[in-house]
């Protein structure tokens, strides 16, 4: 079993910065998959970004591409996302995900545990 824990939501305004942490326990860190998703009301939960293994290779959704940096710290079992200029379109509920098979996934069917989700708003 595989426990994830995000924080780091809130309400900003349009053009701010804000930063996620998703806490990871119960496997080896360094050897999971790790993603963020994200789902507005409404809306299906689509993918955000991931990353691989040791952190070296990011794969990022269009729509976030150049304004969000995901990152991990294997030494703290945790990945962050750093999401900047952010836009009242980027108001979502943000999920971490982990996969003991998939790395780098961009599919919710690629990861088999998920967190509780953290609320990003962003005010225009």
């Known amino acids: 079993q595989v426990q994830l824990v995000e924080s780091g939501g809130g309400l900003v305004q349009a053009g701010d910065s804000l930063r996620l942490s998703c806490a990871a326990s119960?496997?080896?860190?360094?050897?999971?998959?790790m993603a963020w998703f994200r789902q507005a009301p409404g809306k299906e939960r689509e993918f955000v970004a991931t990353?691989?293994?040791?952190?070296?290779?990011?794969f990022y959704a269009d729509l976030v591409k150049g304004r969000f940096t995901m990152s991990r710290d294997n030494a703290k079992n945790t990945v962050y996302l750093q999401m900047s200029s952010l836009k009242p379109e980027d108001t979502a509920v943000y999920y971490c995900?982990?996969?003991?098979?998939?790395?780098?996934?961009?599919?919710?069917?690629?990861?088999?545990?998920w967190g509780q989700g953290t609320q990003v708003t962003v005010s225009s």
């Open positions: 990353i691989s293994w040791s952190g070296g290779s990011t």
């Open positions: 119960g496997r080896t860190f360094s050897r999971l998959g």
């Open positions: 995900a982990a996969s003991e098979v998939v790395v780098a996934g961009r599919t919710t069917y690629d990861y088999n545990y």
